[in-house]
């Protein structure tokens, strides 16, 4: 059964600094998901990664993937307030597009 | 372009009661899903739908959860009789079609219906 762990699972950090989430899976998947979710709000998909050594931004946020250590890291370079809120990986598990979400990183950035 | 739209957005039922819950998904987008989310984890699938078909439904508690996709647009998601556990938030998403795809597509979720059990 794939599980997918993400850590930390609360950071909190200072505006201006750097930091990474990790996400780490089980077994072999082909599709690898990071999604944004505000308090009370759904979730905002961030990036989606589909192959070995795939790397994709966007603003801040780094995303990459290695599938063959079965992990993914979300690197935030100089975090504003903005980016305050709870970030979920999740894993495609087999072939028909099921989503196992990590238990989510509650980023919280302080002025 | 209108996303995935839900309703009701709250809903406080007495244990024992039946709820339903009802998702419009994004035009054009054969697969639907429905997943749980207790607050504080992240969500769980319960049902995934392709076009009216049923893919995976696997972690539905089928003694008291029911959904439908009919005509293979909208969907309703039903619990009943509903148990304290059962209070989370019932997200509904959707994309084109992921069965054989290798084009990653995105996964579309609604906002939720917030759902308490007294």
């Known amino acids: 059964e794939l599980k997918v762990e993400q850590n930390p699972l609360f950071l909190s950090m200072q505006e201006g600094k750097n930091y990474t989430i990790y996400c780490n899976y089980s077994?072999?998947?082909?599709?690898l998901y990071w999604y944004r979710q505000d308090p009370g709000k759904s979730l905002e998909s961030l990036f989606v990664?589909?192959?070995?050594?795939a790397v994709k931004q966007e603003g801040r946020l780094m995303a990459s993937l290695d599938t063959k250590a079965r992990l993914s890291t979300l690197h935030i370079t100089a975090a504003v307030h903005d980016l305050s809120a709870t970030y979920f990986c999740?894993?495609?598990?087999?072939?028909?597009?099921?989503?196992?979400f990590g238990q989510g990183t509650t980023l919280q950035v302080k002025p | 372009e209108a996303g995935v739209a839900q309703s009701p957005r709250y809903k406080i039922i007495e244990k024992r009661q039946s709820v339903a819950f009802w998702c419009n998904p994004i035009?054009?987008?054969?697969?639907l899903y429905w997943y749980q989310q207790i607050l504080g984890q992240g969500p769980k699938l319960l049902i995934q739908?392709?076009?009216?078909?049923?893919?995976?439904d696997s972690q539905l508690p089928k003694d008291r959860f029911s959904a439908e996709r009919l005509k293979g647009v909208d969907s309703t998601l039903k619990i009943q009789p509903a148990k304290l556990e059962d209070s989370a938030v019932y997200l509904c998403?959707?994309?084109?079609?992921?069965?054989?795809?290798?084009?990653?597509?995105?996964?579309?979720f609604g906002e939720g219906s917030w759902l308490t059990v007294v």
């Open positions: 077994t072999t998947s082909d599709r």
């Open positions: 999740a894993v495609r598990s087999g072939n028909t597009g099921k989503l196992i």
């Open positions: 998403a959707s994309s084109l079609d992921l069965r054989g795809q290798r084009s990653g597509n995105t996964i579309y």
């Open positions: 739908f392709q076009n009216n078909g049923v893919v995976d």
């Open positions: 035009s054009g987008h054969a697969t």
């Open positions: 990664l589909l192959s070995n050594g």
